[in-house]
């Protein structure tokens, strides 16, 4: 058995978002997942379980989203992104592909993932930029918003800045980087951390926003961050503007891998310990960080990227 990892980018706008969907909610518009399961099956002549870095929600887009699957096919590992583009729809592409260790995973071996999030500041609307990024039509103080940013650098709890819908083990996160640029009528965050929350970037979107057209003083983001208990942040900026760009497996690409003020931690990625027994097939667990994986059945606990 062979592991196969594929670099993949596609456009959300038509998808329930990565994670393939069952009963009621897979009559609805079709997953990533799927989408690629499908290609695999027939390119490998065999049904392949996909599994992603991160699980993207409906309309969010990915540039280099990271993704494998185990299979017995002996096609060569830099031919299956032509493969697999010839039988996916033009919304989703295979960028690269390479044979990895068989325990790899995309999700679990993970160091940090890197995000991008776009606004259109101007005050008409785009029709081409409608699907891709976030418009903004009053002024956004680009300045003010960087200085509110620097609060979520380095280990905090983000509890004020989670999503409902989860209920992750932890809410702890360590942001490695990140920073507002202005390009023209562009707007763009870029964020890089070990593990994000659901809803996390766009809830802080949604409130810096609000820091960039003078509705929060520049402090504020900062005093929701140290009240976990605070439903004050946001609102939830749209999924269209957000971009998955880049998952690291290598510490020496980090951000501020040459220092430790952004550094995911000062020594070295801890070791797979044993972890407690699977409850679905009872196999041992093990412990990557704070999230628990079956190497046998791929039952997994304790990660809301």
Same mark, same amino acid.
Request: net charge positive.
């Given at each position: 058995?062979?592991?196969?990892?594929?670099?993949? /980018?596609? &456009?959300?706008?038509?998808?329930?978002?990565?994670?393939r969907?069952?009963?009621?909610?897979?009559?609805?518009?079709?997953?990533?997942?799927?989408?690629?399961?499908?290609?695999?099956?027939?390119?490998?002549?065999?049904?392949?379980?996909?599994?992603? +870095?991160?699980?993207? &929600?409906?309309?969010?887009?990915?540039?280099?989203?990271?993704?494998?699957?185990?299979?017995?096919?002996?096609?060569?590992?830099?031919? @299956?992104? %032509?493969?697999?583009?010839?039988?996916?729809?033009?919304?989703?592409r295979?960028?690269?592909?390479?044979?990895?260790?068989?325990? @790899?995973?995309?999700?679990?071996?993970?160091? +940090?993932?890197?995000?991008?999030?776009?606004?259109?500041?101007? $005050?008409? $609307?785009? %029709?081409?930029?409608?699907h891709?990024?976030?418009?903004?039509?009053?002024?956004?103080?680009? !300045?003010?918003?960087?200085?509110?940013?620097?609060?979520f650098?380095?280990?905090?709890?983000?509890? +004020?800045?989670?999503?409902v819908?989860?209920?992750?083990k932890?809410?702890?996160?360590?942001?490695?980087? %990140? +920073?507002?640029?202005?390009?023209? &009528?562009?707007?763009?965050?870029?964020?890089? %951390?070990?593990r994000?929350?659901?809803?996390?970037?766009?809830?802080?979107?949604?409130?810096?926003?609000r820091?960039?057209?003078?509705?929060?003083?520049?402090?504020? $983001? *900062?005093?929701?961050?140290?009240?976990?208990?605070?439903?004050?942040? *946001?609102?939830?900026?749209?999924?269209? *503007?957000?971009y998955?760009?880049?998952?690291?497996? &290598?510490?020496?690409?980090?951000?501020? =891998?040459?220092?430790?003020?952004?550094?995911?931690?000062? !020594?070295?990625?801890?070791?797979?310990? =044993?972890?407690?027994?699977c409850? =679905?097939?009872?196999?041992?667990?093990?412990?990557?960080?704070?999230?628990?994986?079956?190497?046998?059945?791929?039952?997994?606990?304790?990660? /809301?990227?």
């Amino acid at each position: 058995m062979r592991t196969i990892r594929l670099v993949v /980018e596609y &456009d959300g706008t038509g998808y329930c978002g990565w994670q393939r969907q069952s009963g009621a909610a897979s009559a609805g518009a079709p997953s990533v997942q799927a989408t690629l399961e499908a290609a695999v099956r027939e390119i490998a002549g065999e049904p392949a379980a996909v599994t992603g +870095a991160g699980r993207t &929600d409906a309309g969010v887009h990915a540039c280099g989203q990271v993704a494998c699957f185990a299979t017995t096919s002996r096609i060569p590992a830099d031919r @299956f992104p %032509a493969a697999l583009n010839a039988h996916l729809p033009a919304d989703i592409r295979v960028l690269g592909a390479d044979e990895v260790p068989e325990r @790899f995973h995309p999700r679990f071996d993970a160091l +940090a993932r890197a995000y991008r999030y776009e606004i259109l500041n101007r $005050p008409a $609307p785009s %029709a081409l930029l409608r699907h891709r990024a976030y418009h903004v039509p009053e002024p956004l103080d680009v !300045e003010a918003m960087q200085r509110a940013l620097a609060a979520f650098l380095g280990r905090h709890d983000f509890a +004020a800045y989670h999503g409902v819908g989860s209920n992750p083990k932890t809410t702890t996160c360590t942001v490695l980087d %990140a +920073a507002w640029q202005r390009s023209g &009528d562009r707007v763009t965050l870029t964020i890089t %951390a070990d593990r994000f929350l659901r809803h996390m970037v766009r809830i802080l979107v949604g409130t810096l926003v609000r820091v960039g057209t003078g509705r929060l003083p520049v402090a504020a $983001p *900062g005093e929701f961050l140290a009240d976990p208990t605070s439903r004050r942040a *946001g609102p939830t900026a749209p999924p269209h *503007g957000l971009y998955l760009v880049r998952v690291h497996y &290598d510490r020496a690409g980090l951000p501020g =891998a040459g220092g430790p003020a952004r550094s995911v931690r000062s !020594e070295t990625a801890p070791a797979r310990d =044993a972890g407690p027994r699977c409850p =679905a097939c009872g196999a041992g667990m093990f412990t990557v960080w704070c999230r628990l994986r079956c190497p046998r059945c791929g039952y997994f606990e304790g990660c /809301e990227d």
